[in-house]
């Protein structure tokens, strides 16, 4: 069952006795459980039936006995148990409620960081006798359609460069991000586009100097706004992290190699293969005449020989600003 599904169906008031909530990325399981905690129960219901447990301070057979309880002048009682991944055994100890849940008790596990085991029985039960959601993290790749998503969903637009700036600034942390738009839509009339201008006044990421201003420089070889940006970035280098830049520049140009040994270069190959939005296409297109692939792995040697430097490796007395003029003076000439 797929997040959204989940939420429809709880929306629904279509509620399972167990909710097993496991994965790589916490957003989605913190989601589902503070809805199932905000809207199940009534407020004068909550005091009297639901209970929530942390996993480093509980046990199973704790969670077993609160399980086995039944409400209190309520249809339900909700049992949420956070940080389920420090109880130890729980994937074997927990199988014999699960086999057998009480209907008026709503537990949900929340598992984060990892996934059980799915060769245990444990999550075959889980997936028949209730629900069992696997919560993926969200890739690089993948972020920028997220956010498209995220806004389109609470009725917001987003301009694609204000996406990938905060895709950048942010990372693929999405609860940093959601909080960060969430923010944004407090403050923005409801049905707008949030713009780069937003961002840059709200969040405080600069929308002329950030790292995807510097990746478009560079893609054209505008050289006076390539030094424009990486000299700020030294000048600010807290807010511009060396890691960050020759990261994103990393992907850039290792995308770009990959986009010049494509055969089928049409838009929506480019769109599938390099997994980025329409909206960026035409600046592969356009390093592409500007950096051909020898040039390209030739910068891929470069960002990795600056990262090892920025690291301490092979440098002894270069500050970081002189490093990052360095980088993008051997990656322009």
Not at 6 to 31: C, N, R, S, T, W
Not at 171 to 191: C, F, H, Q, R, W
Request: with cysteine; hydrophobic share 40%; glycine share 4%.
């Amino acid at each position: 069952m797929t997040y959204h599904e989940i939420l429809q169906l709880l929306a629904k008031k279509i509620y399972h006795p167990v909710y097993i909530l496991m994965g790589e990325e916490p957003y989605f399981i913190d989601q589902i459980s503070d809805y199932i905690a905000a809207n199940v129960l009534d407020e004068g219901e909550r005091s009297f039936n639901q209970t929530i447990l942390y996993g480093k301070d509980t046990t199973i057979d704790t969670i077993l006995t609160v399980a086995r309880r039944f409400p209190m002048m309520a249809a339900y009682q909700v049992v949420i148990v956070k940080e389920a991944q420090n109880i130890k055994g729980l994937e074997d100890d927990l199988l014999s409620y699960v086999e057998n849940p009480l209907k008026s008790t709503i537990l949900v596990v929340c598992y984060k960081y990892k996934s059980m085991d799915k060769r245990k029985k444990l999550t075959k039960v889980a997936e028949s006798k209730g629900v069992l959601f696997e919560s993926k993290k969200i890739y690089e790749n993948q972020l920028n359609p997220w956010i498209q998503n995220y806004c389109k969903e609470k009725n917001y637009a987003i301009q694609p460069q204000a996406s990938a700036m905060l895709a950048e600034f942010l990372g693929t942390e999405i609860s940093k991000v959601a909080n960060e738009l969430d923010k944004l839509m407090i403050l923005l009339p409801a049905g707008s586009t949030i713009t780069p201008a937003d961002i840059e006044k709200n969040i405080g990421i600069s929308k002329d100097f950030n790292v995807f201003e510097l990746q478009n420089a560079l893609g054209v070889k505008d050289v006076l706004k390539a030094n424009r940006i990486i000299n700020y970035f030294g000048a600010n280098p807290n807010a511009n992290p060396v890691p960050r830049t020759i990261s994103t520049l990393f992907g850039f140009f290792s995308k770009l190699l990959k986009y010049h040994l494509m055969a089928d270069k049409s838009k929506n190959n480019v769109v599938k293969e390099l997994g980025v939005s329409p909206y960026f296409v035409d600046s592969y297109v356009t390093a592409a005449r500007n950096y051909p692939p020898k040039k390209a792995v030739e910068i891929i040697a470069i960002l990795r020989e600056y990262d090892m430097k920025s690291k301490g490796i092979g440098n002894v007395s270069s500050s970081t600003a002189d490093l990052q003029r360095e980088m993008i003076y051997k990656i322009l000439h």
